[in-house]
């Protein structure tokens, strides 16, 4: 099985930055799209951002230009830098992957378990 272990949450004041990092490991033969999804209380879970193994980026209209994307492919990690940050960032944040366990199967997406991301004063 594959598995994916996120790290970096936490509080963090209004203006401040966080870096969220996760780690796919386990039974993985490739990785292609990674990302971030979010959900706040009370809300549906919301894309973030995407990169694909090339290094494409997508973001939500929400945090462009606050947040980056990155990954390192020969890690199989994936990060959010998130800087400028405000109350309405707060929210369960989980990465996710879209793993081929080898190559006779298709991809199948992966999550992480989640970090809570606080944005408070």
């Known amino acids: 099985q594959a598995q994916l272990v996120e790290s970096g949450g936490g509080l963090v004041q209004p203006g401040g930055s966080l870096r969220l990092s996760c780690a796919a490991s386990g039974s993985i033969f490739s990785i292609g799209v990674m990302g971030w999804y979010r959900q706040a209380p009370g809300k549906q879970r919301e894309l973030v951002a995407t990169?694909?193994?090339?290094?494409?980026?997508n973001y939500a209209n929400s945090v462009k230009g606050r947040f980056t994307i990155s990954r390192d492919n020969a890690k199989n990690t994936v990060s959010l830098q998130m800087n400028s940050l405000k109350p309405e960032d707060t929210a369960v944040y989980y990465c996710?992957?879209?793993?081929?366990?080898?190559?006779?199967?298709?991809?199948?997406?992966?999550w992480g378990q989640g970090t809570q991301v606080t944005v408070s004063s």
């Open positions: 996710f992957g879209l793993i081929r366990k080898n190559p006779a199967l298709r991809e199948t997406d992966y």
């Open positions: 990169i694909t193994n090339g290094g494409i980026t």
